[in-house]
């Protein structure tokens, strides 16, 4: 539509310009500042499975993410491959009988050598092991840091969705207000309403609006964290579209000991402290390999450096282990064996006891939510209308028009967090066990 309206007023433009350059140079100086402040923020709204699309597709954390994986898989093939064989030719320099520099032919003394070195110890195979687990350990990152930011975007955008309705609240009290406000300037000084009820109102309605301030700035920062989530511009602003029957889910339909196996089986955190375990045994083993020394076969033929020309021989070669056997290497890679079950243990312990208080914050919220009386907040409209009717009529007093008013917004408010709280707890089971065992 913008686009629509910017070629319109461009064929203005060259209608004008026709007619009076002037014009058209005021025009011009006008129409960048136009259209910034049309295009300045887009209203968008949006479901979870489209976030999490979106999501998905453009987040440059899991793009750089996966390229890292894809990196860490190439190394595969590297640790796979074998020592390239090595050639040596020597040629005397100076031949002192003839007197020439780098004398070429059948008389000159040349030297040739090709050798190989064999990796024992099957030191390229343990090699490989580590190049898989590494490989493993970096698709378990990326799933960890899948599971961390979804559960981000999908906390974001439910504290966007309740804080919208709570300012929605807000703002039909401020506007209310505001009405009232109004009606008291028009009789003013007529000795209608006194001037402290004015004064009353007044101040009610600026403790609305600093409020109503307050959780606008929430939501500002909540839909600034939702664009980097799915890396938007910040002209974006978001509406997020909820389904009604969130709230009927059961938190007990799914048991202790099946949310404890989930985690046991899908926490990316535990996956990676069995992986670094896991690369902690096998650089041990690798370590000890390393202690054997590799040997070195060569082929060798000398033109006339012997005793009898194109001389033909074997060679062998292999490092004494006398003074290096990689002791300082073998057991820092023991001590890491160590320090990795402990931290392994620790992570288990530490699902544990998340997913058993996860789920105890669950029932809580979930009991809270069932005491709520839900069907309260539609009749507001209609009571909320009355109130201010017999109020403007004199047929109740200001203290009685300012406690409802107060009284329904503290009920809307705290509604809306216990809500929110609910949703939240379920995000955190399904966060804690690694599993959506609570689908939005």
């Known amino acids: 539509m913008l686009c629509t309206i910017n070629r319109k007023i461009m064929a203005l433009v060259q209608k004008i310009s026709k007619q009076n350059s002037f014009i058209l140079l005021i025009v011009f100086a006008w129409f960048p500042f136009w259209a910034f402040a049309t295009s300045k923020q887009d209203t968008l709204k949006i479901n979870l499975a489209n976030a999490e699309k979106t999501f998905m597709d453009s987040n440059l954390q899991i793009i750089a993410q996966k390229l890292n994986v894809d990196a860490t898989r190439a190394l595969i093939i590297q640790a796979k491959l074998y020592p390239n ?29 090709v050798s190989q070195l064999i990796v ?34 999908r906390s974001t955008f439910y504290n966007i969705y309740y804080l919208q309705q709570t300012a929605k609240v ?17 009789v003013q000084g007529k000795g209608y309403v006194a001037e ?35 890396q938007t511009k910040p002209n974006f602003y978001y509406i997020p579209e909820v389904n009604n029957t969130l709230m009927d889910q059961d938190v007990t339909t799914v048991s202790i000991k099946t949310l404890l196996d989930s ?30 020394p590799d040997l070195t076969v060569g ?22 282990p006398i003074f290096n056997r990689n002791q300082g290497n073998i057991k820092n890679a023991r001590i890491l064996v160590d320090y990795n079950k402990a931290d392994l243990e ?7 006891e998340q997913v058993a208080r996860g789920l105890q914050k669950a029932i809580d919220a979930d009991r809270l939510y069932k005491e709520m009386d839900t069907g309260f907040s539609h009749h507001f409209d209609r009571l909320a209308k009355e109130m201010l009717d017999n109020y403007m009529k004199r047929n109740v007093n200001l203290l009685t028009f300012l406690t409802f008013y107060d009284s329904y917004k503290q009920n809307v408010v705290q509604f809306n967090t216990i809500l929110n709280n609910k949703v939240a707890a379920l995000e955190s089971l399904n966060y804690l066990t690694g599993t959506d ?4």
Not at 170 to 186: G, H, N, P, R
Not at 209 to 226: L, M, R, T
Not at 299 to 309: A, Q
Not at 346 to 352: C, G, I, N, V
């Open 437 to 440: 065992f609570y689908n939005k």
């Open 346 to 352: 620790l992570t288990e312990k530490t699902t544990d």
């Open 196 to 230: 402290s009820e004015i004064v009353q109102v007044q101040a009610q309605l600026y403790s609305l609006q600093s409020e109503y301030q307050g959780v606008i700035d929430n939501i500002n920062d909540q839909e600034s964290q939702f664009r980097l989530f799915l």
């Open 263 to 292: 985690a046991e089986a899908h926490r990316t955190d535990l996956m990676i402290a069995r992986d670094n375990l896991l690369l902690a045994h096998q650089n041990y083993t690798l370590q000890k390999a390393l202690a054997v």
């Open 120 to 153: 024992l110890s099957h030191k390229i195979k343990k090699q490989v092991h580590i190049a898989e687990s590494n490989y493993k350990l970096a698709e378990d990152n990326l799933y960890d840091l899948l599971r961390t930011l979804k559960y981000g975007l």
């Open 170 to 186: 807000y703002q039909e009290e401020i506007d209310a207000l505001k009405k009232v406000v109004a009606a008291y300037k028009e």
């Open 85 to 113: 064989p090595n050639f040596n030719f020597t040629q005397a320099a100076y031949h002192p009988e003839t007197n020439k520099w780098f004398e070429l032919g059948a008389d000159a003394e040349e030297a040739y050598q």
């Open 299 to 320: 082929l060798n033929l000398d033109r006339h450096g012997s005793y009898y020309t194109d001389f033909n021989s074997l060679s062998l070669g292999i490092d004494i």
